[in-house]
């Protein structure tokens, strides 16, 4: 088993910053692909930031592509994301997850493991 736990989240201002961090223990993540995810009310989940093992691999949703980058310290089995130049839209519960695999894929159903989420509100 694989418990994440996120943690970061609160109320920004348009424009402003935060950074989630997601602290995982259990068995470890060594050799997946993990991910950010993140679900606004009445909307579905939706892929945000992926990033291979090696980190050296990420993909990011073309709506937060330039402003969120995502990052993994594997010695500390933590996965980040940096977020910068917030936007209403962007107000949700964020999820980070942990692939069946190495690949980083946009489809929820191919993460296996998942945090509680942590929520972000973005003010006008």
């Known amino acids: 088993q694989v418990q994440l736990v996120e943690s970061g989240g609160g109320l920004v201002q348009a424009g402003g910053s935060l950074t989630l961090s997601c602290a995982a223990s259990?068995?470890?993540?060594?050799?997946?692909?993990m991910a950010w995810f993140r679900q606004a009310p009445g909307k579905e989940r939706e892929f945000v930031a992926g990033?291979?093992?090696?980190?050296?691999?990420?993909l990011y949703a073309d709506s937060v592509k330039g402003r969120f980058t995502i990052s993994r310290d594997n010695a500390k089995n933590t996965v980040y994301l940096q977020m910068n130049s917030l936007k209403p839209e962007d107000t949700a519960v964020y999820y980070c997850?942990?692939?069946?695999?190495?690949?980083?894929?946009?489809?929820?159903?191919?993460?296996?493991?998942w945090g509680q989420g942590t929520q972000v509100t973005v003010s006008s």
């Open positions: 997850a942990r692939s069946r695999g190495v690949v980083v894929s946009i489809a929820p159903t191919e993460y296996s493991y």
């Open positions: 990033i291979k093992w090696s980190g050296g691999n990420t």
């Open positions: 259990g068995r470890t993540l060594r050799g997946y692909a």
